[in-house]
């Protein structure tokens, strides 16, 4: 294997550090809209998801580096079958590159799995939250089937009360 193609593997696995790092602050980002979602504070949830995006976004900017990178190290290695994956990259490459390009596709894949899972736990915090809000409405009003005995269906007073002046506002 020529100069050339080694270089191609060194700079390969730089990349693909590079978008492990962003990997890792994607999963920090949503770790913190979790923890925000469950505190319940939303200047930190906006917070966390304009984080979440930045990162989403320079995952995608290396995406396209590493595929540029990859077609042309499946160009110089004759592999031009269309299917440039990790995997028949890793089988081409030097044992040195070979050991270090397998690392890197492990933690890619655990990152992969930790993101997957902490998108799961946060969509169902979302729904959970938004179910649990919707359950407290109800508490003062109904679902449109008539009013509650204190409150109309928009919220308003029905009529004014003299005990229960805790209750006593517009929703």
């Known amino acids: 294997?020529?100069?050339y193609a080694l270089t191609?593997?060194?700079?390969l696995c730089d990349t693909l550090n590079l978008e492990l790092q962003f990997y890792e602050e994607l999963i920090i980002a949503m770790k913190h809209k979790q923890n925000s979602i469950v505190q319940g504070n939303k200047e930190k949830i906006k917070e966390a998801i304009y984080q979440e995006r930045e990162a989403s976004q320079n995952i995608l900017k290396q995406m396209e580096v590493r595929n540029e990178l990859a077609r042309l190290i499946?160009?110089?290695t004759e592999s031009q079958n269309g299917k440039n994956t990790?995997?028949?990259?890793?089988q081409k490459a030097d044992e040195k590159s070979k050991i270090k390009l397998m690392e890197i596709r492990r933690k890619m894949h655990l990152s992969v799995i930790e993101i997957d899972k902490l998108n799961s736990e946060n969509k169902y915090l979302l729904s959970a939250s938004i179910v649990h809000v919707k359950d407290l409405v109800k508490v003062f009003l109904t679902a449109g089937e008539g009013s509650h005995f204190?409150?109309?269906?928009?919220g308003s007073m029905k009529n004014g009360q003299k005990d229960n002046r805790?209750?006593?506002?517009?929703?």
């Not at 805790?166 to 929703?171: N, P």
Request: net charge positive.
């Open 8 to 11: 191609k593997f060194d700079d």
């Open 166 to 171: 805790v209750l006593d506002f517009r929703i």
């Open 74 to 76: 499946s160009t110089k």
């Open 86 to 90: 990790l995997l028949r990259l890793i």
């Open 150 to 154: 204190h409150y109309g269906i928009n």
């Open 1 to 3: 294997m020529g100069n």
